[in-house]
């Protein structure tokens, strides 16, 4: 039976595939880490934060009507 790939594709399909691991595996630990740290108020804080600097940036770019 003969294989579908070369070495040298197959070297690149599980390189590929250990990098998206990696780096899948690295955003869900931070997230949920970060997430522990910090909370529900640090959510409310942000969005709160948020919120107002958008209705300041609304304000300030509202064209004057004539």
């Known amino acids: 039976m003969e294989i579908p ?23 869900i630990y931070t997230r949920s880490q970060h997430a522990d740290n910090q909370g529900e108020t640090f959510l409310t804080e942000q969005n709160t934060t948020h919120h107002k600097s958008r209705l300041k940036r609304k304000q300030e770019f509202q064209p004057s009507r004539k």
């Open 5 to 27: 790939f070369s070495g040298f594709e197959l070297v690149f399909i599980i390189l590929a595939f250990t990098v998206f691991l990696v780096f899948g595996l690295a955003a």
